[in-house]
């Protein structure tokens, strides 16, 4: 009898608390299914890429990176799911110290592109500079910066005689080009109840003095805005890195306590 309630008791209650333990397997195979998604994406960009253009803007191929990215997620939250599933010590305590490792590393990323700002935007005005001039030989580059130039209502790096570091818009006499001195079409303000777009509008605005072109284009240029954007968005560029910072944080505090209840039941059980 006595025995019999004895083993009862130990099928029954258990160190560790079911909710933690399903909470880290569905939270890590959520994440675990997003990182499947993101190396699909990285490996669909790189297929659909035949030139070699924006990866030489870019030092490193953006493809490649959402590769790597999705790769490193996919085995850290795989231990997380498994271990937590399996009440696997090992693969909890991997998941943790990989999880923490990651944290540490964006945490030292922000604080050094926050300490150094001044280096952070001069390498960002070189990758700029990079897209500016390939901006007509390659799709993505021109997406991009024609995307950001519209969004962020600037034209160029510093201003818009930036686009003179592009072959087609360099501003020499002795440019052939039909675009000389030019801007593209994304720095132009748009014209309310414009019936036909006039895509010529930046034609020459690099000859023309700052009143002038803020005629007809956004004369302030993309780091000037940049700044201006996260000075007023502070409270969403906080929230994003939160946002990024929370589920990690979770991941980390929920794996150690999920490890010590483990190690708490077989210490019980011994
Ligand atoms: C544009 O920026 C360059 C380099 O910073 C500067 O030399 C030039 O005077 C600026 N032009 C205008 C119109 O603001
Ligand atoms: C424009 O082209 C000329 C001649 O190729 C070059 O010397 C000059 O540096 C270019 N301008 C800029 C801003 O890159």
Not at 51 to 71: C, K, Q
Not at 111 to 125: C, H, I, K, N, P
Request: proline share 3%; aromatic share 14%.
């Amino acid at each position: 009898m006595d025995r019999k309630l004895n083993l009862n008791r130990a099928e029954t209650f258990s160190f560790v608390n079911p909710w933690i333990r399903y909470f880290l397997f569905f939270f890590s195979f959520l994440f675990w299914v997003f990182s499947l998604l993101i190396v699909a994406i990285g490996v669909y960009a790189k297929v659909q890429k035949a030139t070699d253009t924006v990866r030489d803007t870019f030092l490193i191929d953006p493809a490649i990176i959402l590769i790597v990215v999705g790769v490193v997620m996919f085995f850290i939250t795989f231990c997380g799911c498994i271990g937590a599933l399996r009440e696997n010590i090992r693969l909890l305590k991997t998941f943790s110290f990989s999880l923490t490792l990651v944290f540490l590393t964006q945490l030292a990323i922000a604080v050094l592109g926050f300490f150094y700002s001044e280096q952070t935007q001069d390498a960002l005005g070189k990758f700029v500079k990079k897209a500016i001039v390939h901006y007509r030989d390659d799709l993505d580059l021109q997406n991009l910066m024609d995307y950001i130039q519209k969004e962020f209502k600037c034209c160029g790096w510093n201003n818009y005689t930036d686009w003179s570091w592009n072959l087609y818009f360099n501003c020499t006499h002795e440019n052939p080009s039909t675009e000389r001195c030019g801007v593209p079409y994304s720095c132009c303000t748009p014209v309310p109840g414009e019936a036909v777009i006039n895509t010529m509008c930046g034609f020459g605005v690099q000859t023309q003095n700052y009143l002038e072109a803020n005629k007809s284009i956004y004369p302030v240029g993309c780091a000037d805005r940049a700044v201006m954007w996260i000075e007023s968005h502070l409270l969403l560029v906080g929230s994003l890195a939160l946002g990024l910072a929370l589920p990690q944080i979770a991941g980390i505090v929920l794996s150690q306590m999920l490890i010590s209840q483990i190690q708490d039941e077989i210490t019980s059980v011994l």
